[in-house]
């Protein structure tokens, strides 16, 4: 056709080839999140066992795997799209206002949406030093400028934090318990670091490991979003509940970004068998205390046997901890993430938090924990 333009020239500009098609500056530079490894590497003679994600090794209860079988006689119908009962489950169980939480597929997706509802480009981003890599990779996807403050001992050190604060800071992630340290911040330090933001800084208080924290002087932090109009608390129902394979999280928020949030997230974000296996999760008390005292036990059992192994354990409120490893090539964490996985036991390499010298596992099952404690004793006699 003689009038018509060929694909890949403009109607009007004929002489012109379009634009390429360019996204946000941010995201040419950030690397895709890496998760835990799922298959051991080279040859295995026994069973394979995850321990490189915090997964629960108990799964999910037996009645959220009954409300999720359930599901299945409704999936041709679209999920209620505020999530209304579970927000009231939710609600009940924590002494919440129903009207201030936000469901999401997973709390991944509240953070990423904070990001993207708070952040323009060259806005700053700042968190703790050896956290967890999604908050740089947020930062980067909003063209926003990330910021690590140097941390004390593995732990988040809110001097450093507030230190790093300048005109520029929009959103300020707090991961309590840290991941993949395990270390955590008491109240008070939680108060002041919120006291030293300005009110147009979001404090977000990501809480995904917090039903594992036995400590006294532990706060979620639920007090300071009912209070304060920049504090949004963020947890999972990924860990302790069992059921990362649904993508279930939530967030606690003042009034306004509730309604920010809602204005911004998919409208069917979370699906039926996780809003209905949620509900049943959080019904089932006795399971998750069960599985919230097995971690108790064996991550302080694990701290015990592997430092006696002359290796250095950071103290851990999570249920995983964090092994380090000398530096030397024969007992490097390298080596080390090699020996377990030739005995079947997939760990965390923690590279990308700049912690090359570690190891994170996971609480497992009693027999796991003692096949890792077996492993880490015959590597380090032998350095094989």
Known sequence: NA???????????????PAKLTPRPGIRVMKRYTAGKAKASGSVNTAVVKLSSNESPFGA?????EAYRSAASVLERYPDGDATALREAIGRHHSLDSSRIVV??????????????????????????HSFSMYKLIAQQNSAVPIAADDCHYTTDV????????????????ANPNNPTGTYIPLHDLEDLHTGLAEDILLVIDGAYAEYVSASDYDPGFGLANTYDNVVVTRTFSKIYGLAALRLGWAYCPTEIADVLNRVRGPFNVNVPAQEAGIAALDDISFTEKVASHTDRWREWLTVEISALGLKVTPSAANFVLVHFPVEPQHSASAADSALQKSGLIVRANAAEGLEHALRITVGLEDDNRRVVETLTNFMKSGE
């Not at 209860?61 to 795997?65: H, L, R």
């Open 61 to 65: 209860s037996p009645k959220a795997q």
């Open 3 to 17: 009038g018509s333009f060929p694909s890949n020239i403009r109607k009007g500009d004929p002489m012109t080839p």
């Open 104 to 129: 999401g597929a997973g709390s991944d997706e509240i953070l990423s949406l904070l990001g993207q509802s708070y952040l323009a480009e060259g806005d700053e981003v700042l968190f703790s030093a």
């Open 159 to 174: 001097k450093s934090l507030l230190d790093a604060v300048t005109e520029r800071t929009r959103l300020v992630f707090l």
